[in-house]
């Protein structure tokens, strides 16, 4: 059993800064929490860094107090609270946390049971933790807000297909429908990794996106899912057939959907903090998180770790903030603590 000690070292930031201050995270020692009725304290072995992560260091100043970012994590239970019925001291989880409670950048974390899966046991820590954030994203917007089942047909576009959510987006869709996957990206790199995640079809998003994903479906789209909607809704009014959908998953600040009103296209917003923040009694988000693991320990689905930084220094997570923000990642920055 882990030795919990009174304190702990975590990565925190005071003020929002440009990544490239050496004060816009820094090495801090907290106290260790105690777990809630329904928390696990888990001793965490590696996490990643998300687009939000990005976002709320940029745009949430804590006026100079401590604030610990930090979403995707995999670790090793240490104490649960008295009403714990899912887990037990010892075991190995991975999770996405929630967005207002304590980041996961720091050596012990507390989060509620119900949002916590048991982590692959084919995986590493960090490979696990490439993928809760954006396994809940995809499989949330695919069978949740886009209604889509083991027996749905058509086709689905994904945008950004090499990035973290839309990898989990092009391997769920593959494994777990009968859809045709198109997915999209500029550079060849991204290009290969997309395909060798198993879309049918993958085509360059600039320039013209629509003439561009008509030259492999030249009927349309049924689905789109996108993490850039900004000056794309032309392009989708004019991709999706009658009835389509979209499921968007970014922060587009006014965008103007009439163009999608004569054909009906029904627009989705999914926001995986939604469960955490409203339904925190629900437990889907461990129960696909349970599933997605029997799935990777099948063989098929597989990590989207990409790039593996070590240790968890506030140091380190500059860096892999730094890349995050590039726009030019692919799949999952993962940092680990040993």
């Known amino acids: 059993m882990t030795q919990i000690p009174a304190t702990m070292q975590a990565v925190a930031y005071r003020h929002s800064l440009p990544i490239d201050d050496p004060d816009s995270l820094i090495d801090v020692e907290l106290a260790v929490p105690t777990p809630g009725p329904h928390d696990l304290l888990v001793a965490v072995e ?21 604030k610990v970012l930090g979403y995707d994590a995999a670790g090793v239970v240490t104490a649960v609270g008295t009403e714990v019925s899912l887990f037990g001291i010892g075991d190995e989880v991975y999770y996405a946390g929630s967005i207002d409670r304590p980041g996961t950048n720091s050596a012990f974390h507390l989060v509620d049971e119900h949002i916590v899966g048991h982590k692959p046991t084919m995986l590493s820590f960090a490979e696990a933790a490439a993928l809760p954030l954006t396994t809940i994203t995809a499989w949330e917007g695919l ?7 083991t027996d749905s047909t058509g086709t689905l576009l994904v945008i950004g297909a090499a990035g973290g959510a839309g990898s989990m987006v092009v391997q769920l869709a593959r494994t777990l429908t009968d859809l045709t996957v198109i997915g999209t990206a500029s550079r060849a790199d991204s290009q290969a990794w997309v395909a060798d995640l198993g879309a049918h079809y993958v085509v360059d998003h600039f320039g013209d996106l629509a003439g561009n994903v008509r030259a492999v479906a030249p009927d349309g789209v049924d689905y789109v899912f996108t993490p850039r909607s900004a000056g794309n809704i032309e392009a989708f009014a004019d991709l999706l057939h009658p009835h389509g959908q979209i ?25 995986m903090f939604t469960a955490p923040l409203f339904t925190p009694t629900s437990s889907a988000q461990h129960d696909l998180l349970d599933a997605t693991a029997v799935l990777v320990d099948a063989g098929t689905i597989r990590t989207t770790l990409k790039a593996r930084l070590s240790p968890i220094t506030a140091a380190t997570l500059r860096q892999a903030h730094g890349l995050v923000e590039s726009g030019r990642t692919i799949g999952k920055v993962v940092v680990a603590r040993s």
Do not use: Q, Y
């Not at 590696?46 to 401590?66: F, H, L, Q, T």
């Not at 069978?143 to 089942?149: E, P, S």
């Not at 968007?248 to 009906?264: E, H, N, Q, R, T």
């Open 46 to 66: 590696a996490v990643s860094v998300n687009p939000v992560d990005v976002k709320v260091r940029a745009g949430v100043d804590p006026a100079g107090e401590d």
């Open 247 to 271: 499921v968007a998953i970014d922060d587009p600040g006014a965008v103007d959907l009439m163009p999608l009103k004569s054909k009906s296209i029904s627009w989705h917003w999914e926001f």
């Open 143 to 149: 069978f949740d807000r886009l209604g889509l089942t």
